[in-house]
Every structure is written in structure tokens, then in C-alpha cells.
């Protein structure tokens, strides 16, 4: 059973900086893509980043440039390093692992972590 725990969020105000962690129940990176997404209140769950298991990354076209995905194998944790941060930016954020990275089915997630961006 694939385990994962997001920290990292908070209140910040726009142009600041937060970084999200995903702690893993285990070795998992080499089995599964890794991905944030995010999801605001009356949307969608929406693609944030990804790093797949040979360690390709991949971005939404609104944080590209500002967030940064990376992984830490010898601690099994997962990062999004988040810069210039905007209030559109604002929403739970959400660790997962699956088999493809920019498809929610079949993807273990964590109970997410709360991102807000005053203006």
C-alpha cells in the first residue's frame, strides 16, 4: 500500500515562495510517475507537475518558469518548489503516484496541503 503526506502550505503573500513536500511510505519512485496537482474550490483537480520514473519533469503551462518539481531518493520524499506565487495559484494541492503522469486514474494520493496567495 502506497502511502504519501504532503506538508509544506501555508499563507503567502503574491511574489512569495513556498515549498511542498511528499513523504513516501516507501521506494516507489522507480514504479511511478510522481505528480502535484491542485484543485481550487468549485474546479476541477487540475496537472501541476511531474517527475516520472527516469526523472523527466513536466509542467502546467501556468507555473512554468515559477515551480520547480524534484525528488529526493534517499529519503523517499517528493518536492514542489513554488516561486512567484500568484493568488490564481491558491488551492489544495495534492501528492500522487500512478503509472502515467497527467492521468488520475489508478493514482494513490495524499490528503493534499492547503496553498493561499494574497494579493
Known amino acids: 500500500q502506497v502511502q504519501l503526506v504532503e506538508s509544506g502550505g501555508g499563507s503567502v503573500q503574491a511574489g512569495g515562495s513556498l515549498r511542498l513536500s511528499c513523504a513516501t511510505s516507501g521506494d516507489i519512485f522507480t514504479i511511478y510517475c510522481m505528480k502535484w496537482y491542485r484543485q481550487a474550490p468549485g474546479k476541477e483537480r487540475e496537472f501541476v507537475s511531474a517527475?516520472?520514473?527516469?526523472?523527466?519533469?513536466s509542467y502546467a503551462d501556468s507555473v512554468k518558469g515559477r515551480f520547480t518539481v524534484s525528488r529526493d531518493n534517499a529519503k523517499n520524499t517528493l518536492y514542489l518548489q513554488m516561486n512567484t506565487l500568484k493568488p490564481e495559484d491558491t488551492a489544495m494541492y495534492y501528492c500522487?503516484?500512478?503509472?502515467?503522469?497527467?492521468?488520475?486514474?489508478?493514482?494513490?494520493w495524499g490528503q493534499g496541503t492547503q496553498v493561499t496567495v494574497s494579493s
Open positions: 500522487g503516484a500512478g503509472r502515467w503522469c497527467r492521468i488520475t486514474t489508478n493514482t494513490y
Open positions: 517527475i516520472s520514473t527516469d526523472g523527466t519533469t
